[in-house]
């Protein structure tokens, strides 16, 4: 069975948002628990979600069906979702089902953090 993990942080003081970092390999096994924590997570993050999946090693089309969804929410409260530091499995993966056209997709924590 596949692990997952992750955990929240806010960030920038007196601004509202969280870098959620996201490790292990997310499936169909798996991406309920993500899309729960997620989704709690959108109202703690105010109007800036960052999502860090430097140590993700693996995601299937389920979990850009979550990041998509959680991209919506976000987008709803007038916010931003980015996605950091995929590594070239989980970045092809996104590229193929089209999600880095649906929300930014950078590099690093660092550059998200400067878009947002």
């Known amino acids: 069975m ?17 870098v959620v970092a ?7 096994a798996t991406v309920p628990q993500l899309r729960d924590e997620l989704m709690r997570l959108v109202p703690v ?9 430097s140590w993700l090693k693996f995601m299937d089309t389920s ?4 990041l998509v969804s959680v991209n919506n929410r976000v987008m709803a409260g ?4 980015v996605l950091a530091g ?6 092809r993966v996104l590229s193929l089902a089209g999600a880095d056209q649906v929300m930014p ?7 998200a953090l400067a878009l947002t």
């Open 45 to 53: 993050a105010g109007r800036r979600m960052v999502i860090d999946l």
């Open 63 to 66: 979990a850009i069906h979550v």
């Open 2 to 18: 596949a692990e997952t993990s992750w955990r929240a942080v806010p960030w920038h003081p007196g601004r509202r948002g969280v």
């Open 22 to 28: 996201v490790t292990g390999e997310v499936d169909a």
């Open 105 to 111: 997709v950078v590099g690093s924590v660092g550059e």
């Open 78 to 81: 007038d916010g931003l979702l």
């Open 86 to 91: 995929a590594q070239p499995v989980v970045a």
